[in-house]
């Protein structure tokens, strides 16, 4: 998706009409990225909203030539952290940053035949996984398709960082999808 | 092996390179099985999660607060405005209902034809497999939205394959399933408008055929047979059961 650049407005029926048109094809990527976050539909259905609220709130403020759904994402990701569940994620959050060489993901043709195996179940557990900071970056990428830089401004790190992540996750992911399909753990999963 | 431009790979799979440096680096792949493999395993992995991690749509009540949220307050004039429409929209339907003559929605006809030019065609379907785990990644990248496929074991129907479709100038799949003797299409669509997230199966004969209609985890859903509605009705009823979010 194209990046949205959004002229000020400063009558507010307008401003709102502006943000609402802007803000609701949003809707379900934030959405989805709250469900991920919170692990509760409820909590996410709150924070969406909320994130709304406090993006309406700032939209006068708004810089001209932001990304609009990198800062709508930012916000989003802003207030989760500061809720409770966001503050207990924090805590178990594991940093560990590699450079981006060292974690490319090896090129053996046999794990290839087994992620075209994973269904949508088992690559969901292998997102679900994943520490806070590896998989916030791999749904921003997959799910929303940002660019590098539309993710380093909605999550407030460097590119170089994003891209050292977003290696990190996706060479978990495959690790848990060749782990789980070549024999350790088949018992709960199909085929 | 340990091609020194391995580390691009990543770049490349996410479109992060410039133009020529793409050129280039796509020029490279033709002679590099190194790197090509490992474009190849990132761009079906970089799929595999594009789908996997779509996992929830926002319900309805949220689009309906949001909506709330960013209109200004009705005053008073406007609120007994609001409570006369649904009244002016009963009268309004009951009139049109009495006066026009019965027409066959334009994407039932749509839906009926598509079905007997499948059958009537020497290529049905684009994609020829009885499993779903096949036909169902098919559609990646073909139609703008995921939908899941409800599995056959122990049931008398059989998954023939799918195509992928326009109808009333949208894009949707379409999957061929034999029922019986009799072919069965089920045609999915991203669903038009807001509507109920999920709502049963209601049938229309209208056409000599029985076509089904009915929406699922924000997806519209089709169903037209020649079959009889009893063996269809189960086929749809697995279909929402399996998209139901």
New interface residues.
């Given amino acids: 998706m194209a990046a949205a650049v959004i002229p000020r407005g400063n009558v507010s029926?307008l401003e709102?009409n502006e943000?609402?048109k802007l803000?609701?094809p949003l809707?379900?990527g934030?959405?989805?990225f709250a469900?991920?976050l919170c692990g509760d539909?409820d909590e996410?259905?709150d924070l969406?909203?909320e994130t709304?609220?406090k993006a309406?709130r700032a939209f006068s403020s708004f810089r001209q030539g932001t990304n609009f759904r990198a800062w709508m994402f930012r916000i989003l990701r802003n207030t989760f952290l500061t809720s409770r569940t966001g503050l207990e994620r924090r805590n178990t959050q594991q940093e560990d940053e590699q450079t981006?060489?060292e974690a490319?993901?090896?090129?053996e043709?046999p794990?290839?035949a087994l992620?075209?195996?994973?269904?949508?179940?088992l690559?969901?557990a292998?997102?679900a996984q994943l520490a806070p900071a590896w998989q916030e970056v791999?749904?921003l990428?997959?799910?929303e398709?940002m660019?590098?830089k539309e993710i380093a401004e909605a999550l407030d790190v460097p590119i170089g960082t994003v891209?050292s992540r977003?290696?990190r996750a996706?060479q978990q992911?495959?690790a848990y999808i060749v782990a789980t399909l070549s024999e350790k753990k088949v018992v709960g999963i199909k085929? | 092996m340990n091609c020194e431009q391995r580390e691009k790979t990543a770049l490349y799979v996410d479109g992060e390179m410039e133009a020529a440096a793409q050129q280039a680096f796509a020029g490279h792949l033709e002679s590099c099985a190194e790197c090509s493999a490992s474009v190849l395993e990132q761009q079906e992995l970089k799929k595999a999660v594009r789908v996997a991690g779509k996992k929830f749509s926002a319900p309805p009540e949220l689009y309906a607060a949001v909506h709330r949220e960013l209109r200004p307050k009705a005053s008073g004039r406007s609120l007994w405005r609001w409570a006369m429409a649904p009244l002016a929209v009963l009268v309004l339907s009951l009139v049109t209902y009495l006066v026009l003559p019965r027409r066959v929605d334009p994407m039932m006809s749509g839906l009926v034809n598509q079905h007997l030019t499948t059958l009537a065609s020497s290529n049905p379907v684009d994609i020829a497999d009885s499993n779903l785990h096949v036909v169902k990644p098919w559609f990646q990248g073909r139609v703008p939205f995921t939908f899941n496929m409800p599995e056959l074991a122990g049931t008398s129907f059989k998954l023939i394959g799918g195509k992928q479709v326009f109808v009333n100038q949208r894009p949707g799949a379409q999957l061929l399933y034999l029922a019986g003797q009799h072919k069965v299409s089920i045609f999915i669509f991203q669903a038009a408008d807001r509507g109920p997230e999920t709502r049963s199966p209601s049938w229309n004969h209208d056409l000599s055929f029985t076509v089904g209609s009915w929406t699922a985890g924000g997806r519209e859903c089709y169903l037209v047979t020649d079959g009889n509605q009893n063996e269809a009705g189960k086929l749809a009823t697995m279909f929402q059961e399996a998209n139901r979010s």
């Fill in positions: 029926g709102n943000f609402e803000a609701v809707l379900d934030l959405y989805n469900c991920w539909r996410a259905r969406v909203q709304l609220l309406l981006f060489a490319a993901v090896s090129a043709t794990e290839l992620i075209r195996r994973a269904d949508t179940e690559v969901q292998a997102i791999v749904l990428a997959e799910v398709e660019k590098y891209m977003l290696a996706r992911i495959k085929r």
